[in-house]
C-alpha cells in the first residue's frame, strides 16, 4: 500500500510543493511519480525515485529510499495544476498511491 | 514516436462483458521487451492496475480481478485486448492501456493511451 499526503495543496505559484509516498513495505528504488492533469492519461515524470523523464522540467525532483519518498515542485507553475501520484513496481500488485491535488492560488 | 488509443464500448450493461482494445501504433507490440497494460480510474478516484501481458503471451493479473479478468494480444494486428466479465456498477471507470518496461530501468508506464469511459448501467 502506497499513503500519500496531502490529499489537497493550495498553493501560490513560486511557491515550493511538497508531496510525500509512504510504502507499507520496502520497495527500493522502483518508485515512480506521475502527473495527471484534469481530463487526460497520467504521465510518468519522474522515474526510480529520482531520476527526471525525458522533457520533464528541472524544477520537479524526486528524493527518497525504502518506504518514503518525496516529490518535489521548485517554484510551481500555473500548468502544474494537477493531481500526482507515486506508483511501486517493486511487488505485485503493482499499486499507486492515492493521488494529491495541488491547486493553485 | 509510440502511441495507444483504446476502443471499445462506452455502455456495458450489468452481468455482460467488458471488452475493450488498445491499438498500438508507431512501433510493434513485439519490438523489445515490454508488458501491455490495462489500468483503471474509477470517477473522481484514484488509479488501479488491472493486468498485463509481456508479448510472448505471459499473463499477469490483479488479484482482485483474476477471476472475471483475461488479457489477450493480437501480434499481426499490433493490438491487446482486455475482456472484463460479469460487470457490475462498481467496473463504471475510465480504462486506460499503457506499455511498461520488462527490464530494469524501465517498469514504469509511459505512453498511456488517452483512456476511454466505460458505464456499467441497464
Known amino acids: 500500500v502506497l499513503t500519500q499526503s496531502p490529499d489537497f495543496q493550495s498553493v501560490t505559484p513560486k511557491e515550493k510543493v511538497t508531496i510525500t509516498c509512504r510504502a507499507s513495505q520496502n520497495v527500493g528504488s522502483n518508485l515512480h511519480w506521475y502527473q495527471q492533469k484534469s481530463g487526460q492519461a497520467p504521465k510518468v515524470l519522474i522515474k526510480?525515485?529520482?531520476q527526471p523523464f525525458s522533457g520533464v522540467p528541472s524544477r520537479f525532483s524526486g528524493s527518497g529510499s525504502g518506504t518514503d519518498f518525496t516529490l518535489t515542485i521548485n517554484s510551481l507553475e500555473p500548468e502544474d495544476a494537477a493531481t500526482y501520484y507515486c506508483h511501486q513496481s517493486s511487488s505485485f500488485p503493482l499499486t499507486f498511491g492515492g493521488g494529491t491535488k495541488v491547486e493553485i492560488k | 514516436q509510440l502511441q495507444l488509443q483504446e476502443s471499445g464500448p462506452g455502455l456495458v450493461k450489468p452481468s455482460q462483458t467488458l471488452s475493450l482494445t488498445c491499438i498500438v501504433s508507431?512501433?510493434?507490440?513485439?519490438?523489445?521487451?515490454?508488458?501491455w497494460t490495462w489500468i483503471r480510474q474509477h470517477p473522481g478516484k484514484g488509479l488501479e492496475w488491472i493486468g498485463y501481458i509481456h508479448q510472448n503471451g505471459n499473463t499477469f493479473y490483479n488479484a482482485s480481478l483474476r477471476s472475471r479478468l483475461a488479457i489477450s494480444m493480437d501480434t499481426s494486428k499490433n493490438h491487446f485486448y482486455l475482456n472484463l466479465t460479469s460487470v457490475t456498477a462498481a467496473d463504471t471507470a475510465v480504462y486506460f492501456c499503457?506499455?511498461?518496461?520488462?527490464?530494469?530501468?524501465?517498469?514504469?508506464?509511459?505512453?498511456w493511451g488517452q483512456g476511454s469511459l466505460v458505464t456499467v448501467s441497464s
Open positions: 508507431g512501433g510493434a507490440i513485439t519490438s523489445g521487451s515490454y508488458y
Open positions: 499503457a506499455r511498461v518496461g520488462a527490464a530494469n530501468g524501465l517498469k514504469f508506464f509511459q505512453p
Open positions: 526510480y525515485v529520482s
